[in-house]
């Protein structure tokens, strides 16, 4: 590839990437101002905790109906779109006088959050050859590790210094620079050749499809159990103040992006094996984070690690739903950002479940350890269909040789 077509499939990416930053803000950055949100609308941590929960299950439900009404678009005016409704989304959470309206702007702005990255993960990899498929759509996610680095502890100090309406204004900002790079570097793509939308729902009647998906939900499930509430951890249990709350969050962030990075330098090479390796050291670390929650230091050098590992496995389960869906890779790789987020919503939904059970917040990594273990078990079952599908693709082929030999 020469320098000059190098620039220009990685302008637009930066393009989408960006994109990417500002939804990862959004996404993340209520973690961080959890307990102002709460105390502004009148309402609980556990119950704040919702709005976590609710918008991943504006993802769940916005991932088919985006795909349906998206399906026979081009791409570049669909990417533009959604762009625009994640901006109006944001600018009704920063004005939302009450908790109802805030759940109802969380999940409006949700729905453009699966269709974003599922097809921005196609046109990323569609920008690049082949065999730099998963480095293209590691890119694209960087935006999504960097608004942790950048966007969640920023946001976080911008609300705990001017209020946390201030921090989904800047968002929504965010989301017009995306939109103007988007619509001024990414070339024109038209719509993928489609055999209808009923056609390529059949896609998930393929085992293998539904698998990474499963797992993709785990591992979102596995973090989101634990991450939703790391500021009363931080604040309760390691006794970290609240400026110093954004620098664990940094440090978060950069665990993220090292692990997208790595992710997706080694997603092309024996994918489920990382992803299996993956879900067995977040296990290690989730355990023992419920002891080194206690202390300030061995904290501070968990999170960077936990923050790695758990986007190390999200390169490779994008391209393993995008190859085993062959047939309909949008809708797959949107409807997996659906998965993902059916495991945000879960864990949320646990991990408060927990805490009103009675759990103390130094033992909720315990419930993310649970999550992340039944993900481990999972990446077996994957490894068996594999092999069957394989078996099965082998004998076809020598069926077909066979007619063709006589």
């Known amino acids: 590839m020469s320098l000059l077509t190098h620039l220009r499939a990685r302008i637009p990416l930066l393009a989408l990437t960006v994109g990417a930053f500002g ?6 950055v209520i973690m961080g101002l959890l307990p102002e949100v709460a105390a502004d609308l009148n309402v609980s941590i556990p119950s704040a905790g919702m709005l976590v929960t609710g918008y991943a299950m504006g993802v769940v439900v916005g991932a088919p109906l985006m795909a349906a ?33 805030m759940m109802a702007a969380r999940v409006f702005t949700a729905f453009a959050h699966a269709a974003f990255f599922g097809m921005g993960a196609v046109v990323a990899a569609d920008l690049v050859p082949r065999d730099q498929r998963a480095k293209a759509m590691a890119l694209m996610f960087a935006g999504l590790t960097l608004a942790n680095v950048l966007g969640v502890p920023g946001g976080t100090a911008l609300g705990q210094a ?8 800047v968002v929504a900002a965010i989301g017009m620079v995306a939109l103007v790079g988007i619509a001024a570097v990414l070339p024109r793509m038209p719509a993928l050749a489609s055999p209808g939308l009923a056609q390529e729902f059949r896609v998930l009647r393929d085992p293998r499809v539904l698998l990474g998906m499963a797992m993709s939900a785990l591992s979102a499930a596995s973090l989101f159990a634990v991450f939703t509430y ?60 419920t002891y080194t929650s206690h202390s300030y230091w061995p904290a501070m050098l968990t999170l960077p690690l936990w923050g790695a590992l758990v986007f190390a496995v ?66 077996f079952v994957a490894r068996a269909q594999d092999r069957k599908h394989g078996r099965t693709q082998a004998a076809q082929a020598q069926r077909e040789a066979a007619v063709f030999a006589h």
């Open 162 to 169: 001017l209020g946390w309406r201030y921090t989904f204004a």
């Open 230 to 289: 790391i500021r009363p951890i931080l604040s309760n249990v390691t006794m970290v103040t609240d400026s110093g709350v954004s620098a664990f969050l940094l440090l978060f962030g950069v665990g993220l992006t090292i692990g997208n990075i790595a992710g997706g330098q080694l997603a092309n090479h024996r994918p489920l094996r990382l992803i299996r390796i993956v879900f067995f050291l977040v296990v290690l670390v989730m355990a023992a984070f």
């Open 69 to 101: 009404a998206l399906s026979r678009a081009p791409r570049k005016g669909s990417l533009l779109a959604l762009m625009a409704i994640f901006m109006l989304g944001n600018l009704l959470c920063a004005v939302a006088p009450s908790f109802g309206l």
């Open 23 to 28: 939804i990862g803000s959004t996404e993340f």
């Open 314 to 379: 999200v390169p490779p389960l994008q391209m393993r739903v995008i190859d085993a869906a062959h047939n309909a890779p949008n809708l797959a790789s949107t409807l997996n950002q659906g998965g993902f987020n059916i495991g945000c919503a879960s864990g949320a939904y646990l991990g408060g479940l927990a805490i009103q059970s009675g759990v103390p917040y130094s033992q909720l990594p315990w419930v993310g350890a649970a999550l992340a273990l039944a993900g481990f078990g999972l990446s």
